[in-house]
T-cell receptor, first 116, second 115 residues
Framework: GENVEQHPSTLSVQEGDSAVIKCTYS??????FPWYKQELGKRPQLIID?????GEKKDQRIAVTLNKTAKHFSLHITETQPEDSAVYFC???????????????FGKGTKLSVKP | NAGVMQNPRHLVRRRGQEARLRCSPM?????VYWYRQLPEEGLKFMVY????????ESGMPKERFSAEFPKEGPSILRIQQVVRGDSAAYFC?????????????FGSGTRLTVV
């Protein structure tokens, strides 16, 4: 099955700086890579996702890049703000049986702290 | 659209009791997934269900844990004879029918405390 590694586990940046979180996956058949943000005591919420037919996707201050050959993908947050402080999880789709829809396997998370 | 509804939000059980966690998927979603999150840790996959079918239970502990998603009503995650190590947040997510991708929506979770 799929295995997702995420790093760093903690990241501290100054407000206005950029933050980059990296993930690698093991299953070359994975084709969907979402990123979730989880604030303390709350549910994980989807912030951006990318499919394997695209190399980069951007949404305002957030961008995700995907390198299928190297099997890694990254989250980039520019002009960070204190409200970006949260735990961020990457995930990769797990191949389902007989090619059917599988499930998401998550990385262990990155705790991002943005200092004012 | 009420989103993914989980209840209860908080559940306290004594060791040896049973815990029943409920999840109602978003309207139009037929796929349900259960994840466990230990404090300061990530989301660990437990089980994936469609109506009346368990699709993948590779993340479920072999004993004491079971899940169902009946034709009518919510999905249920059942933990029998709970132990302190079962204390965690249990999140349910749902997604649309196959072919529309794995765009999960998570519920608010059930925080289980075993005393």
């Amino acid at each position: 099955g799929e295995n997702v590694e995420q790093h760093p586990s903690t990241l501290s940046v100054q407000e206005g700086d950029s933050a980059v979180i990296k993930c690698t996956y093991s299953d070359s058949a994975s084709n969907y890579f979402p990123w979730y943000k989880q604030e303390l005591g709350k549910r994980p919420q989807l912030i951006i996702d990318i499919r394997s037919n695209v190399g980069e996707k951007k949404d305002q201050r957030i961008a995700v890049t995907l390198n299928k050959t190297a099997k890694h993908f990254s989250l980039h947050i520019t002009e960070t703000q204190p409200e970006d402080s949260a735990v961020y999880f990457c995930a990769a789709s797990n191949r389902g049986r007989s090619g059917s829809q599988g499930n998401l396997i998550f990385g262990k998370g990155t705790k991002l702290s943005v200092k004012p | 659209n009420a989103g993914v509804m989980q209840n209860p939000r908080h559940l306290v059980r004594r060791r040896g009791q049973e815990a029943r966690l409920r999840c109602s998927p978003m309207k139009g979603h037929s796929h349900v997934y259960w994840y466990r999150q230990l404090p300061e840790e990530g989301l660990k996959f437990m089980v994936y269900l469609q109506k009346e079918n368990i699709i993948d239970e590779s993340g479920m502990p072999k004993e004491r844990f079971s899940a169902e998603f009946p034709k009518e009503g919510p999905s249920i995650l059942r933990i029998q004879q709970v132990v302190r190590g079962d204390s965690a947040a249990y999140f349910c997510a749902s997604s649309p029918s196959a072919g529309q991708g794995l765009s999960y929506t998570f519920g608010s979770g059930t925080r289980l405390t075993v005393v």
